[in-house]
């Protein structure tokens, strides 16, 4: 069997100081950063070195501690190229996905195909962002910039089972791993990527693939948005004043807003893409009707909206895999009506 390749995950950015356990240098150690260096002290404030990085090892059969927390591997603690001190854990990514996988998604039995389904889309983009953030020493963070990682401390026997049958198996475009969106509900439609992000076109994020996914809270939503609650976002995203009238500008082949016209009390602006949604406060672009409400001398108070879906709607749905899961769909075929065009392959 191939190796897993491994992974840095970022778990503290500028720190002034930390603690590991379990090393293979003391059975605790402090670490400083002073000065544009890191500082090593044992648990009795003895000085174990200085200087610009440093690697943690486990004591045989130990696990490292940082702050408390258990990480699987190793951890280095060093000054990045930007001038900021780090501590990352290096750990091959099948471990990695250990922290990830019961954090984001469904810990449900029944539906293990949907598990896997999102287990191969989280290790894709996991696999897909080695080498990314080269420059900062790290590839993923550990929130929601990436996905989020708790280590050790989250892993679950069913997730850890569902990674384990799924271990190296990676969506590839043309070999490639493919850029793996998904969001929670998309509606009914995935729509394209290109539409709701205003970027190239990508070939496996077109969108238009039919979901299942009426079970979710969020299928279909109907909302009465404040004017107050959003004025805010108004003024940075469209910068009119107050708002005097909204219009439809285009809409997206799967139905989606993907232009609207901004119209207030010092000027008007067209919004695109997930600037719409942002700026109305909405939970997707999927606008299937609105209207505004009036107070006595003709300011908008408040906004009506019906819609449908949360998220962006590109890529995999979440809750429609779990559906498709429970109608006997496996990982692939469900993979597979998401990106079209893809292969789904084992790496290691
Ligand atoms: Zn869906």
Known sequence: ???????????????????????????????????????????????????SGF?????????LKLDGVPYHDR?????????????????????????????????DRSRSEAMKTLTIAARTYAYSSLGQNAVRGFDVYSDSRSQVYRGVRSEKPFSDQMIEETRGIIATYQEKPIVAFYSSTCGGRTEDYREVFQRAAIPYLQGGAACPDTSSPYHSWDELIPISRIQERLDRLAGVGKLERLKTIRKSQNGRTVEMRFVGTRGEKILKGL??????????????????????SGDIVEIHAKGKGWGHGVGLCQIGAVELAGRGWGFERILKHYYQGIEVVRRW
Do not use: C
């Open 1 to 51: 069997m191939k190796r897993s390749p491994q992974i840095r995950v970022l778990l503290k950015q500028n720190f002034r100081s930390v603690s590991v356990e379990g090393s293979d240098l003391a059975s605790v150690v402090v670490i400083k950063a002073e000065d544009g260096q890191i500082h090593l002290k044992d648990g009795n404030g003895r000085g174990l070195g200085s200087g």
């Open 275 to 296: 600037d719409i949604r942002s700026a109305l406060g909405l939970r997707s672009n999927w606008i299937t009707d609105f209207d505004v409400h009036r107070d006595g």
């Open 55 to 63: 690697r943690l090892k486990p004591l045989d059969g130990k696990q």
């Open 75 to 107: 951890l280095e603690v060093f000054i990045n190229p930007l001038s900021r001190s780090v501590v990352v854990n290096e750990v091959s990514l099948e471990s990695y996905l250990r922290g990830v996988v019961p954090n984001e998604l469904f810990t």
